[in-house]
DNA sequence: GCCGACGGTGAGCGGGCGCTTAGTGTGGCC
DNA sequence: GGCCACACTAAGCGCCCGCTCACCGTCGGC
């Protein structure tokens, strides 16, 4: 198993930058729902009526359900792009840096799915200001993968027809896991990871494709 | 390039078997309306005005708002089934009919982008007994990926440690082709489908991975 | 013991939603 | 020409949305 972040998986909500109290218990709470029936289809009542507190509490804490949204998405695109860097910046061949930055880039689109889900579907309920904000650290997240798979190229380690397209293909494989992984499916996070990092090995041609 | 469905991409909405006519221009002005914005957030007005007619008239032609998006998702899975089921039967070994299958499905993915992102992302829109009657075409599509690696497995041609898994990466990376591909991008709907095509066959291993 | 700050509530506003209904213009058939 | 069938519209119903506002309980500082 890849180190570069040991507990993404499991059901722990680390929300604690978030504070008071009361915002993060709405917070968590859009996060549930938003996750479950999509932006559009999420009431302001609901959000409030999960967290426990009337509809008007929610507008203490936040000017409108778009800021929710926006916290919710930039916070979560921290982290992930957290994840990479770290995976991206350990020592090593390119080859167990790209396989550590896939197995817990997979494994926490898989254990924090109903964040990972907000995070990648619903860019386009965001307002344009926000939506620029978001667009450009995912341009980051494209530049930690891309400058792995550059770095194999150059060592000799990889054989990559497209760069640009083959990272475009790694990190879609990697996100679309938020779409279809499910908690009571055959598979845990930690089993995916594993899985995709040997495939994303042998998309980017790497030698003797071992086990790292 | 491959040949299993020859004219995928392009801008043609060949939705020709929705008669009558009124009724077509209201399916078609909700294809582009859910794509653009989501089913949640396209009003029924909304549909009514691209198509040039009054909210009302939606009524005429189908029941509900929701019965419009039962009928484009099923009219998309079968037409997408029906491109892997041409791909998957024709002659030819394993690889050249997984190669076949991957780059036409892409390029229907790419050149489709407005109906895939509906068939793909707004499946619990639906109620219970429409997603029941999709979810069974979505099993019929992870069957013949699965047969097809299966065939390359028995005959050697493939390297797969996790048939089913590796059946759900593929079908996973081709799907979520529908969330990032945009027409003002770089690539083509042919120029995705022929990488991802070689991405696939380096994902089971095929042997000498050449062009189809 | 009084007071202001603050987190919270109940009630409700303006508006847009999905959908319905009564009525209208038009074209085909005798 | 008379008539009906049918595709379509104008108007609007009932509902629930995001959000606001007047008010209230609690708690630390003096």
């Known amino acids: 198993m890849s ?10 909500e680390p929300w604690d930058e978030v504070t008071p109290d009361a915002a993060r218990r709405l917070l968590v709470a859009a996060v549930e729902a938003f996750a479950e029936r999509g932006y ?3 009431t302001t009542r609901d959000i409030a009526g999960r967290a426990g507190m009337s509809p008007a509490a929610l507008y203490i804490h936040y000017k409108t359900k778009e800021e929710l949204l ?10 992930a792009l957290d994840i990479l ?5 350990r020592e090593g061949s390119a080859k167990e840096r790209l396989a550590d930055a896939v197995s817990s880039f997979v494994r926490w689109h898989a254990g924090r799915r109903t964040t990972a889900r907000i995070v990648q579907y619903e860019l ?3 307002g344009p200001d926000a939506r620029a904000e978001i667009v450009a650290l995912r341009r980051q997240v494209d ?7 550059e770095d194999g190229v150059a060592a000799g380690e990889f054989d990559v027809l497209d760069v640009q397209g083959t990272t475009l293909a790694v990190l879609s494989l990697c996100i679309d896991v938020a779409r ?9 996070p930690e089993e995916v990871g594993a899985l995709y990092a040997d495939l994303v090995l042998r998309m980017v041609g790497a030698k003797q494709p071992d086990r790292t």
């Open 180 to 188: 279809w992984f499910s908690v009571n499916g055959p598979r845990t």
């Open 143 to 149: 530049a930690e993968v891309r400058g792995i798979i």
């Open 70 to 79: 926006h916290r919710i998405s930039r916070i979560g695109h921290d982290k």
């Open 3 to 12: 180190t570069a972040e040991e507990t993404t998986g499991g059901e722990a």
């Open 85 to 89: 860097r770290t995976a991206a910046q």
């Open 124 to 126: 386009d309920a965001l």
């Open 40 to 42: 559009h289809a999420t």
